[in-house]
């Protein structure tokens, strides 16, 4: 009798610990699936962030493009500009340049300038905030990217738990047989 009592008293103290065990390990599961849920939901969240600054690469492309363009008409109105600053006389023909001719085109070319001038400024604004966009989607992509690594590295550690619970259930289901049978 007291050694059936000792292996019973043994038995209840293993089935016990075991399922302490088990509770700290199922808090823990909890404690990662909410994790994960929260981390879920950041997720979502930087996504639709991101989708916001989406497409910012393409634009910068039309507007490098453009910038390209009005870089050229401003060397080209420069190039007329110092042209009929300098001659009063056609090099190619030798004819003498009408002054109000002349002080007309001048006059013309220091308004394209100024024109494009103003349009040059607006389009680096625009091309700054297309940069930003893109640096803001790199950034974006990067975080979800570790949260998304962080979930997988949570699934593999709630994965282990379960296992290490299941173990410890066929533990004391084995131990709970056993003291069935001690009778026996």
Known sequence: ENFMKEIEEQGKVNIEDKNDKIKVLQ?????LMELTELTNSNISDLIEEQEKVTG??????TLGGLKGKISQKVATITKEHKFFTKNTVCPTCTQGIEEEFRLNKIADAQNKAKELQSGYKELEE???????????????????????????????????????????ESEIQRITDQLANRNT
Do not use: M, P, W, Y
Not at 56 to 61: D, G, I, M, N, Q
Not at 138 to 164: A, Y
């Open 126 to 168: 625009a091309i700054q905030k297309e940069e930003d966009k893109e640096h803001q989607f790199t950034k974006l992509s990067k975080e979800i990217t570790t949260l998304t690594h962080g979930i997988s590295k949570n699934n593999t550690r709630i994965s282990g738990c379960q296992r290490q619970i299941r173990d410890l």
């Open 27 to 31: 808090v823990e599961v909890d404690t």
């Open 56 to 61: 910012a690469t393409e634009k910068l492309r």
